[in-house]
């Protein structure tokens, strides 16, 4: 949530569950449910994380065009006076390769300190919620956020060096960041929704998600020709109200059933959100760190009995690494195209838009015409669908790499939006070759994807960071490199969709799987 990606971000910035409902197997454990405030906490849970993104989104391209302004200033006070009007310079100055390079230096070492909260606390903070509770957790999360947001906004209007806005990571040691607030909101829905209910109530909360990231960059859009700060400041208003609204939401640790048996991959799916902020306890295990870093080398060591699982977990590093270079659209339009920053925060929501468009009807029909029409077992289809989207990933970001006129970067954009479904259909991939949802290493295994996909993160923001600088110092042709970069990222990605062995997915029990699907037609996208 603090910035677009987390959104990838869902990332990210994400979770997956299957596209056909399974039949629920405990009637009494759902009619407990039913009677529980699951309702109330569904309804403020979405609209608290769509009201974070709505101001996040809102107010990052102010933010961004607020950083270019301020370094632009500073650079030509030194290099050339006669260029300041009125306290500012034109943005169209603005797009020259010194400036753009300390921006992108900039966002990219914001990244890696914002990442840092998330690995070092989530754990911390998961035994936290469990032991004591989730409510308040999501509130200094909340919390958390919005102070770094209120720091960053102080260094601007001071106008301080804004490598001072580095140090608004330290409030996201609040509660964790945006990923440990996101997992507790998954957290307590699973808590209290009925299972038989939890698909369509996760969908809705993923659908709010892709509707802030609609609905914010045509707000500040708006906003943003009345001035950089109209936005930035109703952004962050808008966001401090989900802080108070996390204040309302009913605690839901007790409200939890005993153990039941898992109806669908849906729940092992939330466990993987959980795991980000919590990785869940059973009986006998403590909150402590010791316990923690057992847990830690336990999951690690449960990858070495499989080359083939290995394999396929790798790709989820890569697929949060590599997905980082859609942070930069804005400003490579601006820079590319000479563009404002608020005609290319544009982009933001055309992209959201078909996104949302492939998680509502495009993975929809294709999961049907795999399953349904076409009869293949549903591991099979997972691995259909893995390997279209990587496919789709690798092709989007090649014509973003060489999009030499805009018409040429929205097809690239709409084509990455059909690459949305490789993290869910390899997160069900990964389940069967763990032995299927009634395996004892799904959370082992979930524990060991969350480290991963974060230290993607850690690494992508610099790493994405330094390869457009380069491109900028090579010409205006080599500005698409971080996209290039991505794209070769991905080419083993898709070898290894080719490299995994039907026969041993499909050597996998069947245990607790009924008759659901696998193909993926899940909430959850790679929009991170």
Known sequence: MASPRDQDSFDGDSSTTPLLPRTPTSTSTSAQKHRKPWILV?????????????????????????????????????????????????????????????????????????????????????????????????????????????WIMLICYLELPLKLTWFSSIFMMIGGGSQVAVATVFTMLTDVVPPERRTTIFFYVAATLLLAEVIAPAIGFALMQYGNWLPFCIGAAVSALATVLACFLPETLHSRDQPERRDDRLEDEADDLTERASMSSGKGHGHGFKDQIHRLREALHFLKRDLSLTLVVFTFLVNRLARQSQDLVIRYASKRY???????????????????????????????????????????????????????????????????????????????????????????????????????????????????ENCGMLISGPLIAQFFRWGMKLGNAWLGMPFLLSAVLFVPVLAITYCISLRDLSAVPDVGRGDQGGAASVPYTDED
């Open 338 to 452: 000479g563009w404002t920053i608020r005609q290319a925060s544009l982009l933001n929501s055309l992209r959201a838009g078909f996104n949302l468009l492939t998680l509502i009807v495009i993975l929809p029909g294709i999961s049907m015409l795999l399953l349904k029409w076409m009869k293949l077992a549903p591991q099979r289809g997972d691995l259909w669908i893995s390997r279209g989207s990587v496919a789709f990933t690798v092709l989007s970001f090649l014509i973003m790499g060489f999009s030499f006129t805009p018409a040429i970067l929205i097809w690239g954009l709409i084509f990455y939006t059909f690459g949305t479904g490789f993290s869910m259909a390899m997160r069900s991939i990964a389940v069967f070759m763990v032995g299927g949802q009634a395996s004892k290493d799904i959370g082992r295994l979930f524990a060991v994807v969350a480290i991963l």
């Open 42 to 150: 569904a309804v403020i849970g979405a609209l608290a994380i769509f009201i974070v993104d709505l101001g996040n989104f809102m107010f990052y391209p102010a933010r961004t065009r607020l950083y270019e302004s301020s370094i632009c200033l500073r650079f030509y006070q030194d290099t050339d006076p006669s260029q300041i009007r009125n306290g500012t310079v034109p943005e169209q100055l603005c797009k020259i390769n010194e400036v753009q390079d300390t921006v992108a230096m900039v966002f990219g070492w914001q990244d890696l300190f914002d990442a840092i909260p998330g690995i070092l606390l989530a754990v911390p903070y998961g035994a936290l919620a469990d032991k004591y509770g989730r409510k308040w957790i999501l509130v200094l999360g909340f919390l958390g956020l919005e102070l770094s947001v209120l």
